[in-house]
């Protein structure tokens, strides 16, 4: 069975940095696609970031500049460096892996980033 | 720009089927897409990927209760037999190079 186990959220405050990990079993991270995607409360779904099977990154244009996402093959862990957080970047973040180019097969359970002084 | 339109909120009955919308924009017809659930306090599932012709691929474990269809730029989520558990927002979603989009979301209701 597929799990993603989403870790590292938390209060801080704005303009500081953070960063998210997660560890995915029964899938290979280096050889799909694996994104992060957040929810603001009570908002709908938000795409962040994206790292392909190659190596290419890709970001939302909200984010672009400020966060970065990565990965780790031998422990099939995925990243997202959090740096100059904002108050609008508060929100739940979910790793999804996709088996394809397209879609997000495959979700975690989130981790919650609250940003506030 | 590719943009993903749902309606903010669906109902029907328990036992019966409901149809849910979400519309490509403009001169972006022929994308495919994604549905994904997400019930009340849990992460997004997903249910299936949807091509511009209907064919369509479910998820792991999806019932044959959850459908999918199109038409122009219009794709379709048809749940039949609703259950209680069917309560939940449901998110559209599709691609292109180097971004992923997602609809609004649809809050679906079970009288």
């Known amino acids: 069975e597929v799990q993603l186990v989403e870790s590292g959220g938390g209060l801080i405050q704005p303009g500081g940095s953070l960063r998210l990990s997660c560890v995915v079993s029964?899938?290979?991270?280096?050889?799909?696609?694996v994104s992060w995607v957040r929810q603001a409360p009570g908002k709908g779904l938000d795409w962040v970031s994206i790292i392909y099977s190659g190596g290419d990154t890709y970001y939302a244009d909200s984010v672009k500049g400020r966060f970065t996402i990565s990965r780790d093959n031998s422990r099939n862990t995925l990243f997202l460096q959090m740096n100059s957080l904002r108050a609008e970047d508060t929100a739940v973040y979910y790793c999804a892996v996709g088996k394809g180019y397209e879609t997000f097969d495959y979700w975690g359970q989130g981790t919650l980033v609250t940003v506030s002084s | 720009q590719l943009v993903l339109t749902q309606s903010p909120s669906a109902s029907a009955s328990l036992g019966a089927s409901v149809k849910l919308t979400c519309t490509l924009s403009?001169?972006?017809?022929?994308?495919?897409i994604a549905w994904h659930q997400q019930q009340p306090e849990k992460g997004p599932r997903y249910l299936m990927k949807l091509n511009s012709d209907g064919s369509h691929s479910k998820g792991d474990g999806i019932p044959d209760r959850f459908s999918g269809s199109s038409s122009g730029a219009e794709r379709y989520l048809t749940i039949s037999s609703l259950q209680s558990e069917d309560e939940a927002d449901y998110y559209c979603q599709t691609w292109d190079t180097g971004i992923r989009v997602f609809g609004g979301g649809t809050k679906l209701t079970v009288l």
């Open positions: 029964e899938f290979t991270v280096s050889d799909n696609y």
């Open positions: 403009s001169g972006h017809s022929r994308y495919a």
